[in-house]
């Protein structure tokens, strides 16, 4: 113990250390800082990451600074004012920080949750799009009909008139003539045909497209939350602990003087 606490050089590298990775973040986060879009919320949400993943860092330069100033806590007056102003220093970096990762968590949080509402409202957006093109084709496959009616009667007359299909199939052939005339004079019955046809396709393509919209809503709704939980929490940590090392270590520092 007394060799840790007579040693100048330890106790300067221990700090020196510290004041380095403090400064170094508070020059990162001044980067991150001027590069943030706050009109853009993905923007803040990687701002507000990147900050709280950086949180750390300045947290162990605090305590390599304590440590420098608790190693030379045996030794004379000769550096007493240069460590009270280092501690100070470090302190008021704390309460900062703290006060700073208090704000991110409702910035973060809120921000993540506004980001959610517009990614659904897209996924919803596209699906009701989705739904109106599914639509639109249907119409023009309805509209169709009529043609597709026309062209089979125009093969089947033509078969029939060319003498070439055996009796079995010249039968059926001729049962599917009046069926499609039958369809052709009742233009409702044509109708009902042709939704027949097309409803099992239609159902299909609908369940695909809601099956679609509730796998991205459920994706999305994950996400946020698992980034909000995240994020929050770890900012609520870092509150924590700066507050603890700022708040205490103020009250104690200027309770001495």
Not at 3 to 14: C, E, K
Not at 195 to 216: F, N, T, Y
Request: hydrophobic letters at 45%.
């Amino acid at each position: 113990m007394k060799a840790l606490n007579s040693s100048p050089w330890l106790s300067l590298m221990l700090k020196l250390a510290g004041v380095i990775l403090i400064l170094t973040s508070l020059i990162d986060y001044f980067v991150l800082l001027t590069t943030v879009n706050f009109q853009n919320s993905q923007s803040v949400i990687t701002f507000t990451t990147g900050m709280v993943d950086r949180g750390f860092i300045p947290l162990i330069g605090m305590m390599l600074i304590f440590l420098g100033l608790w190693s030379e806590s045996g030794s004379s007056d000769a550096g007493a004012r240069n460590s009270s102003a280092l501690k100070l220093f470090a302190l008021v970096i704390a309460s900062i920080l703290g006060l700073c990762f208090f704000l991110i968590i409702f910035w973060h949080v809120l921000t993540t949750l506004d980001a959610r509402d517009t990614q659904l409202k897209q996924v919803t957006d596209e699906a009701s799009k989705a739904r109106t093109q599914l639509s639109s084709q249907v119409e023009q496959l309805k509209g169709q009909g009529s043609q597709q009616l026309e062209a089979q009667l125009a093969a089947l007359d033509q078969a029939i008139r060319e003498g070439k299909l055996p009796p079995d199939q010249l039968a059926q052939a001729q049962q599917q003539r009046e069926k499609l005339k039958r369809l052709k004079a009742d233009p409702k019955a044509l109708q009902a045909e042709v939704d027949a046809q097309i409803a099992p396709k239609l159902a299909e393509e609908k369940s695909k497209i809601d099956s679609r919209e509730k796998e991205l809503k459920d994706q999305t709704q994950g996400t946020a939350m698992r980034a909000a939980l995240r994020t929050g929490l770890n900012s609520l940590l870092l509150t924590i602990a700066y507050s603890i090392i700022g708040w205490t270590g103020l009250r104690q520092l200027l309770s001495l003087r």
